[in-house]
């Protein structure tokens, strides 16, 4: 069971906003849920914690570990690939850089690997917090360091931000299959169906003689472009500090 006071209620949308109408499809129902409070920041610094326990987490692919610090305090973070119950972790910006530390990029030896990355200093981190997921540690210069992301993107980020050693746990998450539908119900996921399998007048893709891969190239039900388009604005300030685009799975190459 989780600590009490680490745990928030968390409400269920189904889907819909704050005037009822669906924003997103196919969602409702499933398993109440609590919410465990992340230390993303693990601003404690110079203090020692001890890892008591290792626990699931419905919210997130990865486990999470249980620290309680020198002076009684409990905060949960996320569990790296071994760390294990008994080990002592620390924070902060002279600490030795083991599994489960956490410490500015500027600290960390050049090639290691990492993960709970700040992308702005203390605001706590926001990249590569999946399992299995971890980044490198390229380079450093003129206090920027360079990381390079599980998507293949490469890009600086300020060395003065914090990340965490190591690579988040639960490597295998990856190869669970779920194996019925009323596992995903769990999950609170609804049956999706395709366009091209509804009527003409509930999709732009339904309908046709016999079997039609829908006529047209795919769209959502208000007849946006769903597939291949670029998302992200051309004028983002962040574009600057992208040295290489990550690689799109979908299609082999790079998005530019």
Avoid at 22 to 45: L, P, Q, V
Avoid at 121 to 140: E, F, M, S
Avoid at 225 to 244: D, E, F, M, Y
Wanted: glycine fraction near 14%.
């Amino acid at each position: 069971m989780p600590v009490k006071s680490l745990v928030r209620p968390l409400k269920k949308k189904g889907g819909r906003n704050n005037q009822g109408k669906i924003t997103s499809r196919h969602r409702g129902g499933g398993n109440k849920r609590m919410y465990r409070m992340i230390d993303f920041k693990r601003c404690k610094d110079d203090m020692s914690a001890k890892v008591t326990t290792i626990e699931y987490d419905p919210n997130r692919t990865c486990h999470i570990a249980l620290l309680e610090y020198e002076d009684g305090q409990k905060a949960y973070i996320l569990a790296p690939v071994g760390l294990t119950v008994g080990m002592e972790v620390r924070s902060g910006e002279k600490v030795e850089p083991r599994v489960g530390n956490c410490m500015p990029l500027a600290s960390i030896p050049v090639g290691m690997e990492v993960h709970n990355i700040e992308m702005r200093p203390g605001q706590g981190g926001k990249l590569v917090r999946t399992a299995g997921g971890t980044a490198r540690l390229g380079a450093r210069d003129a206090g920027m360091a360079q990381l390079i992301l599980p998507s293949g993107e490469s890009r600086l980020v300020n060395a003065k931000c914090r990340a965490t050693i190591g690579q988040v746990g639960n490597v295998e998450h990856q190869g669970v299959r779920i194996g019925k539908a009323g596992r995903k119900r769990h999950m609170g996921r609804r049956p999706h169906v395709r366009g091209s399998a509804m009527n003409p007048v509930a999709h732009p893709m339904g309908g046709g003689e016999g079997r039609r891969s829908g006529g047209r190239d795919p769209v959502s039900p208000t007849g946006k472009l769903a597939k291949g388009g670029k998302t992200r604005h051309k004028r983002k300030v962040s574009n600057k500090l992208i040295l290489r685009r990550r690689r799109n799975v979908r299609y082999g190459q790079l998005v530019l």
